[in-house]
């Protein structure tokens, strides 16, 4: 399996600002996503990230929100805009070959006061 | 939509008792099956999956897991637990030829020394 690095570990952040963060993989993989997962709640796929082109997101995530981008095989980054207590999470990225399992980083945890 | 419900929320076991934990999803169709676990302060691990064969899948660690397709399940079982097991498990789904992944909410199991 793939080792996935991600960028910032945690942070905390005021509201109204932005944070990026950056998921980093040691080998060419075909797809990356970006989760969320809330306090007490699971997993919540935000988008799919795509190289060379605009993400794919899910029902209820806007680009405005969460840009990102995908500039080669290995690198994504999300950024959380104009942030609200709302947005404290774990955000995760996580990679697959096409179709096949996908394996996580270890995640960001993000505070907003 | 896809769901995946897993019932149960928090199991405390004693040491060497044996570990059912329930999951069952709603698609009709083809689906890949996934267990993942998160071990205190780690990510978020692959343990098991099911994409086609023998219903009957081994994971890591002792851990298997049983997909009954009649009852759109894939229950997680290890017959004798011990104190390291002790984490978060989640159960996810993909549809054949499909990337994104549906989680349940998590169970999480504590393991009594």
């Known amino acids: 399996s793939a080792v996935i690095s991600q960028k910032p570990s945690r942070d905390i952040c005021q509201r109204g600002t932005s944070l990026t963060i950056q998921c980093q993989v040691d080998?060419?993989?075909?797809?990356m996503f970006w989760y969320r997962q809330q306090p007490g709640q699971s997993l919540t796929l935000i988008a799919t990230?795509?190289?060379?082109?605009?993400?794919?997101?899910e029902s209820g995530f806007v680009i405005d929100k969460f840009p990102i981008s995908r500039p080669n095989l290995t690198f994504s980054t999300l950024t959380v805009s104009n942030m609200s207590p709302e947005d404290s999470s774990i955000y995760l990225c996580?990679?697959?070959?096409?179709?096949?399992?996908?394996?996580f980083g270890p995640g960001t945890r993000l505070l907003v006061l | 939509a896809q769901s995946v419900s897993q019932h149960n929320h928090h199991v405390i076991l004693s040491e060497a008792a044996s570990l059912e934990l329930g999951c069952n999803y709603s698609?009709?169709?083809?689906?890949?099956l996934f267990w993942y676990v998160q071990y205190p302060g780690q990510h978020l691990q692959l343990l098991l999956k099911?994409?086609?064969?023998?219903?009957l899948v081994k994971g890591i660690k002792g851990f298997e897991a049983e997909f009954i397709k009649s009852k759109f399940s894939f229950n997680l079982r290890k017959p004798s637990v011990q104190w390291s097991d002790t984490a978060e498990y989640f159960c996810?789904?993909?549809?054949?030829?499909?990337?994104?992944?549906?989680f349940g909410t998590g169970t999480r199991l504590t393991v009594i020394p």
């Open positions: 996580s990679v697959a070959a096409a179709q096949e399992t996908q394996y």
């Open positions: 080998s060419q993989v075909t797809m």
């Open positions: 996810a789904v993909n549809t054949a030829g499909a990337n994104n992944l549906f």
């Open positions: 990230a795509n190289q060379g082109s605009e993400a794919t997101y």
């Open positions: 698609y009709g169709g083809t689906v890949n």
């Open positions: 099911y994409f086609s064969g023998d219903p």
